[in-house]
């Protein structure tokens, strides 16, 4: 066994048109990762969230903070 620490691959995949095409790859010891999905349902929408974390939890809070920054309340959007 390696004395290593984890390291992690991520891929997002855009599906569109019956086409699939790889739009990011990124390596790291850890991530957080939040896809929506949004179905609409006459007057409102239904939205599904789906989270996945991996990796230590001191460079989990790193990515949350990173990614808060990147999206504070006043950009956020219904």
């Not at 929506?36 to 991996?54: K, M, Q, R, S, Y």
Request: hydrophobic share 35%; aromatic share 4%; glycine share 8%.
């Amino acid at each position: 066994m390696s004395n290593r620490p984890t390291r992690y691959r991520l891929t997002v995949h855009q599906l569109h048109g019956g086409a699939t095409t790889k739009v990011v790859e990124i390596h790291g010891s850890a991530f957080i990762t939040a896809v929506a999905t949004v179905t609409p349902d006459g007057a409102e929408d239904i939205v599904n969230v789906h989270l996945n974390d991996g990796g230590p939890q001191h460079l989990q809070h790193l990515n949350a903070h990173a990614i808060a920054g990147q999206y504070p309340p006043s950009k956020r959007t219904r």
